[in-house]
């Protein structure tokens, strides 16, 4: 009994103290402002901390909150921008598909009794410049090149871009007319007779030019003049566009006349080309 006596005095001593603390922090004017204003030194620097923290906290998970809501409006609108851009490129084609229809359209209504087929551009051969290029028609196409049969090629303004050199199951070579293997049968459209050839020149071919020759004497040609196909040889319809003499040259020995053509056919830019096919007849290659 005499060990427990001083813990139960204990108890009452802090349980009378809390009393009289709570009385005189009941009273008006007593020093429960000083109490206050003393634990409040020791306990309101620890409040603030929390509560700034709390604060850090909460800006912490808001911003989280905004940045993944932010990445689910950027992703939103990458998928718009897509959609869009694959509507833009799916417009383009129709665009393209549009214009090829119609340039056959136009070239069909010149050459009635020829089939217009539209082929691409696929490759151009590595080696000297406007060397034969492939187009992606073919044997699958109905076009067939044998040793007496070829086809005229031309750009979607109806100028002579070459002709086929041989074909494939799915595409055919060109041989563009600066080639070197490459020649027609070509006048100037007021003129009547008057009949010469255009061929390709290793020696003109860099100048991006063709070469005019066996040109009749008397013939009214002049720098200036439109070059069109004559029709002879059975390969080529009369009055396709070749091109324009830019040169006249003479030789003072023989009194010969040549010229020299620029192609009305952008080679290096073209995308797009026509075959002319012609069902009834075998065509000869003129050159050979």
């Given amino acids: 009994m005499k060990r427990k006596a001083p813990r139960i005095f204990i108890i009452v001593l802090v349980t009378v103290a809390i009393l009289a603390t709570m009385i005189l922090t009941a009273l008006p004017g007593s020093t429960r402002t000083i109490i206050t204003d003393y634990f409040g030194r020791v306990f309101d620097p620890v409040v603030s901390f929390f509560q700034s923290s709390l604060k850090s906290v909460g800006n912490f998970f808001s911003a989280v909150s905004e940045n993944r809501d932010l990445k689910e409006e950027v992703a939103k609108l990458e998928k718009e921008n897509s959609d869009l851009r694959q509507k833009v490129i799916i417009n383009e084609e129709k665009v393209k598909a549009y214009d090829e229809l119609e340039d056959a359209l136009n070239l069909k209504s010149r050459f009635k009794d020829y089939e217009i087929v539209g082929g691409n551009v696929i490759n151009r051969s590595i080696g000297p410049?406007?060397?034969?290029?492939?187009?992606?028609?073919?044997?699958?196409?109905?076009?067939?090149?044998?040793?007496?049969?070829?086809?005229?090629?031309?750009?979607?303004?109806?100028?002579?871009?070459?002709?086929?050199?041989?074909?494939?199951?799915?595409?055919?070579?060109?041989?563009?007319?600066?080639?070197?293997?490459?020649?027609?049968?070509?006048?100037?459209?007021?003129?009547?007779?008057?009949?010469?050839?255009?061929?390709?020149?290793v020696e003109y071919k860099n100048r991006r030019l063709c070469l005019a020759d066996q040109i009749p004497e008397g013939t009214p040609l002049q720098v200036g003049d439109l070059i069109v196909s004559s029709g002879d040889g059975g390969l080529y319809p009369e009055g396709i566009e070749i091109g324009t003499v830019v040169e006249i040259i003479t030789d003072s020995r023989s009194n010969a006349m040549q010229a020299l053509i620029e192609p009305a056919s952008q080679l290096e830019e073209l995308n797009y080309v026509f075959v002319l096919i012609d069902h009834a007849l075998p065509s000869a290659i003129e050159g050979k």
């Fill in 129 to 201: 410049m406007f060397d034969l290029f492939r187009i992606n028609l073919g044997r699958e196409d109905g076009i067939w090149v044998t040793s007496d049969r070829s086809y005229p090629v031309l750009d979607s303004q109806q100028n002579l871009v070459g002709r086929l050199y041989s074909s494939e199951l799915g595409s055919s070579r060109v041989v563009p007319l600066m080639h070197e293997g490459f020649s027609i049968s070509a006048k100037v459209p007021a003129s009547a007779g008057n009949n010469f050839r255009v061929r390709g020149s």
